[in-house]
């Protein structure tokens, strides 16, 4: 018998729904409030027996975080941060067809108890510091694109109030201003760390990479564990491919899992956009899948891939960005075509 008690956790904001199994008996559903004190209760609870816990959530984004930050600096808790779309299948394959927060929570206890372990890594001080600042520079720069949208309505409007108007500059005035001084402090941070400050610059070094991507990307990218592969970071963005057929009938259309981290999505889509009309290699690789039939999303959706896997190797090897690496252009005589059009 395991020496170690198994415990799943559904995250929510504002309420943890907890199924634990204490040498193989299952304990009724407990509840706990999403806070700091309830997190120290919670660590009570679990080390009451004074056994071992394997605990097991899903990467819910910042509430799962403080959860996890809060449970692996206890001792007698490991804590695995389980991919949604394993849980998902796991919970397929246990024919659950239900789903609420108290069935989730067994699922991810189930689990915990069968599926090998993985420890999940705690990150550094500085790179959650970074994560949470970027993630807050990301709600921003949402803000300021939607005031964005609204404002040439507001202007062409003869409907429009003045006071409206006014407004939204305002708004857009201190939504710069506030990314001005979270983008000064995000790069005071990267500069109190080396590792930061190395891998900052590798990304300053792909084209279509400027200092507001390149902040967004290092935060979501620090805090993953360091022996992950550039496959494993693909599927955490869910960016990996899905297919879904079956016999010879059901053929649908090949997508992205999106059962990953959306911010991290998010940050690669403009460098990717930028990257193809910048980078010769990427260029000539789009477009080599667009002459392949591919929809323009999908061949955008490819370059990020490609980018994914250009980051591990950069910050692996620990060089700049090198486009030749990912695509080589066809060899043309110099005298035949200029080289700045085999890129067009």
Not at 66 to 77: F, I, M, V
Not at 96 to 107: F, L, P
Not at 120 to 140: D, I
Request: glycine share 4%.
């Amino acid at each position: 018998m395991s020496n170690w008690d198994t415990c799943g956790i559904e995250v929510s904001a504002k309420e943890l729904v907890v199924r634990l199994r204490r040498q193989a008996a299952l304990e009724p559903l407990r509840n706990f409030t999403n806070t700091p004190a309830g997190h120290a209760i919670l660590r009570r609870h679990l080390r009451r027996a004074g056994r071992g816990v394997r605990v097991c959530l899903e990467a819910s984004g910042l509430y799962g975080l403080d959860l996890a930050l809060a449970l692996s600096a206890q001792e007698g808790l490991e804590v695995m941060v389980a991919n949604p779309r394993a849980v998902r299948h796991f919970a397929t394959a246990l024919m659950q067809r239900s789903k609420n927060d108290q069935i989730d929570a067994g699922v991810l206890e189930e689990f915990a108890a069968r599926m090998p372990f993985q420890p999940w890594t705690r990150p550094a001080p500085a790179a959650l510091a970074l994560h949470a600042l970027a993630r807050r520079l990301g709600e921003l720069v949402q803000m300021q694109t939607a005031e964005k949208n609204r404002q040439p309505a507001a202007e062409l409007s003869q409907a429009m109030p003045a006071a409206i108007r006014r407004d939204l500059a305002r708004s857009l005035r201190a939504q710069e201003r506030a990314i001005e001084r979270l983008t000064r402090e995000a790069r005071k941070r990267i500069a109190q760390e080396p590792a930061l400050t190395e891998r900052f610059a590798l990304l300053d070094s792909v084209p279509g990479i400027a200092e507001t991507s390149a902040v967004q990307l290092l935060a979501e990218l620090a805090v993953l564990a360091p022996e992950l592969e550039a496959r494993q970071w693909v599927a955490y963005a869910g960016l990996d491919p899905r297919e879904y057929s079956s016999g010879t009938s059901v053929h649908k259309k090949v997508r992205i899992s999106k059962a990953g981290n959306q911010h991290l999505r998010r940050a690669l889509y403009m460098p990717a956009l930028v990257a193809v009309q910048q980078d010769p290699h990427l260029r000539a690789f789009y477009q080599r899948l667009l002459a392949r039939g591919k929809f323009k999303m999908q061949a955008l959706v490819a370059v990020m891939r490609k980018l994914l896997h250009a980051f591990h190797g950069m910050f692996k090897t620990h060089q700049p960005y090198d486009g030749a690496k990912l695509f080589q252009l066809k060899p043309t005589p110099a005298q035949e075509v200029p080289l700045a059009l085999v890129a067009s």
